[in-house]
């Protein structure tokens, strides 16, 4: 049980080393994209890859051959997902999320917050974290894709134009 042979140790070393060479290799044939965590089926790919390295390492079922070519299937598949998200709206839509507005100049959405199954601390926190402490402060909490919360200060708030597409009127205070 704790300790079973020194081949088995001399396998995962060796076999360890090669399937880590290869995810560094392939990450690096497929660019940053890969492992950016943009969305969803973003991050899926990013712990299937964990996840298949663990395997070459620990099952001696798998070989290195069969987890290169793993590696091979979930970069080809993640880039043939991005590219096609980027070529046709409609995909892109039905594999990953929109942002969503939760805080709007000093204003929760409660029925975002609902929908999110978010809570106002949960924003609040994300405020409080940029080193807010007034919510008037804020023109706007962004739930974004990748499901991270993005603030935006209302000093910030400019012409709006990186918020285009999401329901926020005009600037702060003049909706």
């Known amino acids: 049980m704790w300790f079973d042979s020194w081949s088995d140790l001399l396998r995962i070393v060796l076999v360890g080393a090669a399937a880590y060479a290869t995810l560094v290799v392939v990450l690096r044939l497929t660019g940053k994209r890969t492992l950016a965590q943009l969305n969803a089926f973003d991050f899926v790919v990013t712990v299937a890859f964990g996840s298949t390295l663990a395997t070459i390492l620990l099952?001696?079922?798998?070989?290195?051959?069969?987890?290169?070519?793993?590696?091979?299937v979930l970069a080809s598949l993640q880039l043939l997902v991005a590219l096609i998200a980027s070529r046709w709206p409609g995909f892109k839509k039905a594999v990953t999320a929109e942002p969503d507005v939760l805080l709007l100049h000093g204003r929760m959405d409660a029925d975002a917050l609902r929908r999110h199954r978010m809570t106002e601390s949960e924003v609040r926190q994300a405020v409080r974290q940029t080193g807010r402490g007034d919510l008037g402060d804020v023109a706007a909490v962004v739930l974004e894709t990748n499901g991270t919360l993005s603030v935006i200060g209302a000093q910030d708030w400019g012409d709006a134009s990186a918020l285009e597409g999401l329901d926020v009127g005009q600037r702060p205070g003049r909706d």
């Open 59 to 72: 099952s001696a079922d798998v070989s290195w051959t069969e987890g290169a070519a793993a590696f091979a």
